[in-house]
């Protein structure tokens, strides 16, 4: 067992044991710039107990880290807040090397376990409002469903004050720094809203009810321990309030517009509605799909109010990178859109219709007609480009006020 590999001590019976992946960069489509990590958490009561395992290839290093406290044989509890193998990849191992007295998951934790592993794994399903000794400190549990998954399950440790929220509030971030205040304030920010653009965003309505059941429950926390990235000890109060304020999906005077583009002409259309846009007061974010990913699209729309897009037509279709953006943003399912469709094309030019459909089937509210051109747009389609522009500007000003 790899004997460099160290805990981190988070609370004073509560260490940090997971591992961290430098190299990821594709999560199931969301791209992870920075990496991530998969965190688990070793709790040092009179009952030792482990909270959630890692990834697969990250066992060792889990191991080792556990080894670095205390003899991994001692662990009597395992705990899965989460079933998603980025956490359970190796709880099968893990089960067999050390041998817990009981592993406790949630009531669709341990139906979603066994379809993954179909072994006959020892798994005692826990209800939401259960709670857990550990002889000297005691586990309560919050069912969390679809939260992100319907297995989902918060963990609070009341005599340290942790919060083991298992997805929530955490990002896809590989570093050094295990806590929050030891991260650069901007990154945190960016790779926190990223995380839930990316993640979360289709929960946004259980988001704003968790978080007011959480509220009315009275409890305090002290650390929020996430299965990704940093253990917040500092900004508390910040990152709650900020899955707060998303949840929400506010429109704000600010617009994306999104684009694919064969020669140029509709890279020429966006331009001019941007002009519009930017002459209506608005803020504006132009990406080029051949430039962003889908990921960074999503992002962006997090604080906007309006998403304009336009593709030139391929064989009777939209751009291949159109579709792919738009079929994940579907999925996401962002909120309080108002939007627009545009596109040049040669001889045919199904592609703006076709973005208009698949906008109006994640509800955004279409202004205009599509607007569309043969080959090389005129002054004429610019000014028209332009024009809608505005329109979209006075229909935001006039939807999230001055």
Known sequence: MHDTFKAIKISDHVYWVGAIDWSIRDFHGYMTKR???????????????????????????????IASVINPADIQYIISNHSEMDHSGCLPEVIDAVKP????????????????????????PLKDGDSLSLGNMTLSFLETRMLHWPDSMFSYLAEEQVLFSQDAFGMHLA???????EVDPAILRYEAATYF????????????KL??????????????????????????HGIVNRYAEWALQKPARKAVVLYGTMWHSTEKMALAITEGLLTGGMEVKLMSMD?????????????????????????NHMLPGMADVLTYLRGLKPKNLLGAAFGSHGW???????IEEMLADFRVELVGNPIQTRHVPDQGVLTQCCELGRLIAEKLRDKVGD
């Open 291 to 315: 430039a962003c990913h889908r990921s960074d699209v999503a992002f962006e729309l997090l604080g906007a109010g309006a998403l304009i897009v336009g593709s030139s037509t391929l064989n």
């Open 211 to 236: 978080l007011a059941r959480v509220t009315a429950s009275g409890l305090n926390f002290k650390i929020i321990a996430p299965d990704h990235g940093p253990v917040w000890r500092t900004d508390i």
């Open 175 to 181: 570093s050094s720094q295990r806590f929050d205040d």
């Open 101 to 124: 007295e009981k592993v406790y998951t949630s009531v669709m934790g341990a139906k979603t376990l066994k379809e993954i592993f179909h072994g006959d794994l020892p798994l005692i």
């Open 348 to 354: 045919s030019g199904e592609a703006p219709r076709q």
């Open 35 to 65: 990496g991530s990590t998969y965190n688990a958490y070793l709790i040092l009561a009179e009952k030792a107990t482990l909270m959630d395992t890692v990834r697969t290839p990250f066992r060792d290093e889990m191991m080792a880290r």
């Open 197 to 208: 653009a990316n993640i979360l965003t289709p929960y946004a309505a259980l988001i704003t």
